[in-house]
């Protein structure tokens, strides 16, 4: 199973940015998937989850109400739409994939190289 994230860039605060993660190889509608990421200095955070069938989904705290994760089981993609973007935003945003369908904080099986994300304040 590869993952690969794209979509990231630099963005001013308080604009939007649209992640999305490709997926091929496995069963992609069978999957649990999330989004996580690295600021510098930090360790890799939880972001978002979301449920094969993308009905449970689940976020940090820290991005409740402004970024929303989605999935398309036809085109076998991962989304993260992310507004009203700060500065503490700023990181190396992953997608992982696990095998059991169920969202999760922390269980991946598989990972995909990150993209950036830099909010300018």
């Known amino acids: 199973v590869q993952l690969q994230a794209s979509g990231g860039g630099l963005v001013q605060g308080g604009g939007s940015l649209r992640l999305t993660c490709a997926v091929s190889?496995?069963?992609?509608?069978?999957?649990?998937l999330g989004w996580f990421r690295q600021a510098p200095g930090k360790e890799r955070e939880f972001v978002a989850t979301?449920?094969?069938?993308?009905?449970?989904?689940h976020y940090a705290d820290s991005v409740k109400g402004r970024f929303t994760i989605a999935r398309d089981n036809a085109k076998n993609t991962l989304y993260l739409e992310m507004n009203s973007l700060m500065p503490e935003d700023t990181a190396v945003y992953y997608c992982?994939?696990?095998?059991?369908?169920?969202?999760?904080?922390?269980?991946?099986?598989?990972w995909g190289r990150g993209t950036l994300v830099t909010v300018s304040s």
């Open positions: 979301i449920s094969w069938s993308g009905v449970i989904t």
């Open positions: 190889g496995g069963k992609f509608d069978s999957y649990g």
């Open positions: 992982a994939a696990r095998n059991s369908g169920g969202p999760s904080t922390r269980a991946y099986d598989y």
